[in-house]
């Protein structure tokens, strides 16, 4: 049923989000499983998922260079340009989205061209 497999999916996005706030090593474990590919997928799920995977994504982008680049390889930016045009979208998604967006622009090397084209045009 939907109402269960939402659950499902809302609790799994929520221990991903405890994993990749954890040690670097937690984080290195979820992207070699490819748990950000599902997370940003997650991100066309309700608002409560959603907001979920938002977190997840959030903690992995902020953990290394490599994760951030590893989430912007797999199609974040335009994910994140997607929600900011959603009607619906609430404060704590768009606080989420906004943070995202902070942690994919900062460190060095900052993010490739080819993304930052992406998130200005």
Not at 18 to 40: P, Q, R
């Amino acid at each position: 049923d939907r109402v269960e497999e939402e659950e499902v999916a809302y609790e799994a996005a929520w221990a991903m989000t405890n994993l990749a706030g954890g040690e670097v090593h937690h984080c290195a474990s979820l992207l070699a499983a490819g748990c950000h590919k599902t997370l940003i997928r997650l991100l066309r799920s309700s608002s409560k998922v959603a907001e979920q995977a938002l977190w997840a994504l959030g903690n992995i982008t902020a953990t290394s260079i490599e994760a951030r680049d590893e989430v912007l390889e797999n199609g974040i930016v335009d994910k994140l340009l997607d929600i900011l045009e959603r009607p619906v979208a609430t404060g704590t998604v768009l606080e989420y989205v906004c943070w995202i967006i902070s942690n994919v622009w900062k460190g060095e090397p900052g993010p490739a061209a080819k993304f930052v084209r992406i998130g200005v045009t």
